[in-house]
């Protein structure tokens, strides 16, 4: 069996798992990744997506939007602004979210619409996932 | 001297005002509870966001291109002094400590010629602030109807600050909570959130950033905001609960006290007024 490292996903308001993973799925901003025991010490933002943990117990998905993951090489931390298990991941719970998105969209300044318009995005783009 | 009667009313009453301290007394202690599982619960995120901002703020900090946010506007004419206090009073002197410092220290910062702008959470700060420093209010942030300080609030809290700050509206801002140290005692603290202040870094591990560190730290700033301004919501909800207890505590007591003296006048009186009617029958029947 492969070697296992230590996730940990993190809430501001709790700890929301902390298991042994043999892989963990990051939807960086950069582009998604995939860490494993010895990767090389990371810090990466994250966008709206799929956050992935697969271990000896079996597979755990979080729906995250926003925040940053730690990543070492024996323990991966996921700072979530609000991650989500994927089974409360309902249709009405991402429409809420995009709502928001889209709120802030319609306050955001010039200069940082483009960003804001990226989460709605994002966002879109997960209700895709999250159906099947 | 009262007759007996007032003075059976009046026992009566403290006895149902002990009643009333009492019940909260243990109505704050069940809350208090539930406030310190949730800073326990949320001290994890803060740290790693302490300590991944430090990390970062030790490598950047010194650049140019460093964000407003830590760097600051390079000015520190305009001070926000944020006020965190309950909503409601009845808890010793919980708010009036935190006024109190806040209000030292925006007389100090109007001393050295600074213009003070004060936004208040909880209308219990707002209420004595009023007086002497109410032509600074900028804001009020009212959590009277949230029954469990989320998240989602401090971000509301720190969306607004931070608007104010890219307006330009202040160069410095200040939280004032209190922080919870036990149940009889919680330490009033004055905390700078922009600039921010990250403490020494504690981490020596090399990272690699994606994207840039800069962009990291641009990202990370206004999150290390609303989770300082999260923690010192929760600390101040414990510290509440924590002084408002022990207020309650001491309420109780001084009740019991106030009834046992009361009964003890009350028995007095009961035994003269025997007495004297006694002496009257007794030299009522010696004088046939």
Redesign the interface.
Known sequence: MANTLQFDLVSPERKLASVQATEVQIPGTDGDMTAMEGHAATITTLRPGILKVIGPQGTQAFAVTGGFAEIGASAVTVLAERAIPTEELTGAVVDDLVAEARSLVAKAPADQKDAAEKLVNDLLALRGTGHH | MPSLKDLKNRIGSVKNTRKITKAMQMVAAAKLRRAQD?AE??R???E??NS?IAG?ASSVGGSDGAPRLLAGTGDDRVHLLVVMTAERGLCGGFNSTIVRLARAHANQLLAHGKVVKILTVGKKGREQLRRDLGDKFVGHVDLAEVKRV??AN?QDIARDILSRF?GGEFDVATIFFNRFQSVISQIPTAQQIIPAQPGEATTT???????GEE??LA??LP?GV??QI?TALLENGASEQGARMSAMDNATRNAGDMINKLTIQYNRSRQAAITKELIEIISGAEAL
């Open positions: 949730a619960a949320a994890p995120y803060a790693r966001m991944v970062l989320g998240y401090a890219e591990a090399l990272y690699d950033y994606e994207p962009a990291i990202d990370l999150r609303a989770t999260f």
